[in-house]
């Protein structure tokens, strides 16, 4: 399938949105993004979704030790 062409607008509305964010490079084997990929397909979530719940989660149980 062709891929629809951004228009300008569409554009600098990504940009701005992604001004929000930084990336972080999380380093794994293949076979681990996989099975992440999979378990949040599963959950109903991205990738990057799922990361960022876990993260969230678990800094939430750190706290209350």
């Known amino acids: 399938m062709a891929e629809k062409k951004k228009t300008e607008a569409q554009i600098r509305a990504q940009k701005k949105y992604m001004e929000n964010f930084v990336e972080v ?16 397909a599963k959950m109903g979530e ?4 799922f990361i960022n719940r876990a ?5 939430e149980r750190d706290k209350e030790r």
């Open 46 to 49: 991205s990738a990057t979704g």
């Open 25 to 40: 490079k999380v380093r794994m084997t293949a076979d681990k993004r996989s099975i992440v990929q999979e378990h949040a």
């Open 55 to 59: 993260i969230d989660e678990t800094m």
